[in-house]
């Protein structure tokens, strides 16, 4: 085995010997990505690491049928509940959400805060068994159960549909880090659901009303972090049968990009969502049901924003979204109003 890995690798060596002499004479800056065979050396230097049986890649480990695991950005550790949350750190959770929740509550904006799970979290028997889980509950479950006992504020839990979701079709991304449209359809319903209770006539459309599409197979970013063509996976898509009415704005604000949305029915709500990149099949579903919506990428630009676009915009509605990998984030955004 080690004997033709080794022709494999003379052979990917003749091919940079052989790369046109004008490729030197680029400038440093750019031989990198005017490098013409790049790409292709990536991924046949990937096909090769797969074909001896490497699994871990930088970000990734290879799991069962081209399940892809991702490890960066806390992931991993929150699989394997490696990083607990201490109790004062959820007691300022507690006091921030309470906080914030009162001054909206005052004039008369609802507050939703939503948790998208990882994909480790809902499908955690596609991690390889060699991955050990430290602990007994993870950073989301200790924050959820103590909500409950102090807070006033409660996350919306989304793992209880998601998990009953799967049991009838794939919802993640197998190359992916996000859901498909059908997991994002399950926390648009649940998000509509929950604001429901503030605007009763408002109900999300059932997923009868749209109808799925099977896009042309591509490639994921996992895969693409590995850096092989090898994993290509169909995109799923909704597309709405009903006559939407809301169109969508994109603007630099301070070198920041934001959204905006308008719909003609001035009767329904404001909305302001503050959001990362779970939310991005989920807000043209979530548009149709406000007036204005104002959608603020919560790392966009470097660093968090603020929750300065309430104040500005004065919503009847206010979502606060992070995905469960960046839970601990929720203490430098939601951080009680200095007087």
């Not at 479950?141 to 049991?167: C, F, S």
């Amino acid at each position: 085995m080690k004997k033709y890995y080794s022709y494999l690798l003379i052979i990917i060596f003749l091919g940079l010997l052989l790369t046109p002499l004008r490729t030197l004479n680029l400038d440093p800056s750019t031989i990198e990505e005017s490098f013409y065979p790049r790409g292709r050396l990536i991924d046949w230097t990937a096909r090769v690491r797969l074909w001896i049986g490497d699994r871990v890649f930088p970000k990734v480990i290879v799991g069962d049928g081209g399940w892809l695991v991702y490890t960066a950005e806390n992931d991993i550790e929150d699989y394997q509940r490696a990083d607990p949350f201490t109790e004062e750190e959820m007691a300022q959770i507690q006091k921030n959400l309470d906080a914030l929740s009162a001054r909206y509550k005052e004039r008369g904006i609802q507050l939703i805060v939503v948790v998208p799970p990882n994909k480790n979290t809902i499908y955690p028997e596609r991690v390889p068994p060699r991955v050990p889980v430290f602990g007994d509950v993870s950073k989301l479950d200790q924050l959820i159960e103590y909500l409950k006992i102090h807070g006033q504020v409660q996350l919306l839990d989304l793992r209880p549909t998601l998990l009953a979701a799967k049991a009838e079709r794939q919802i993640y991304y197998a190359t992916d880090t996000h859901w498909n449209d059908y997991g994002a359809y399950i926390a648009y319903a649940t998000v509509m659901n929950e604001v429901r209770k503030a605007y009763p006539s408002l109900s999300p459309h059932p997923m009868s009303d749209f109808k799925v599409e099977v896009r042309a197979p591509e490639q994921f970013d996992l895969a693409a972090n590995i850096g092989t063509t090898y994993y290509e996976e169909p995109r799923i898509q909704f597309a709405p049968k009903y006559e939407t009415h809301t169109t969508y704005k994109n603007v630099t604000v301070g070198g920041r990009k934001l959204m905006f949305s308008a719909n003609p029915d001035s009767s329904l709500p404001r909305l302001v969502l503050y959001h990362d990149s779970f939310f991005f099949r989920v807000i043209p579903l979530l548009g149709e049901h406000f007036s204005y919506g104002v959608y603020v990428q919560n790392y966009m630009g470097g660093g968090l924003w603020n929750l300065s676009w309430v104040d500005e915009q004065k919503p009847d509605v206010v979502i606060i979204e992070f995905s469960e990998r960046y839970l601990k984030d929720l203490i430098l955004l939601v951080e009680p109003k200095k007087k």
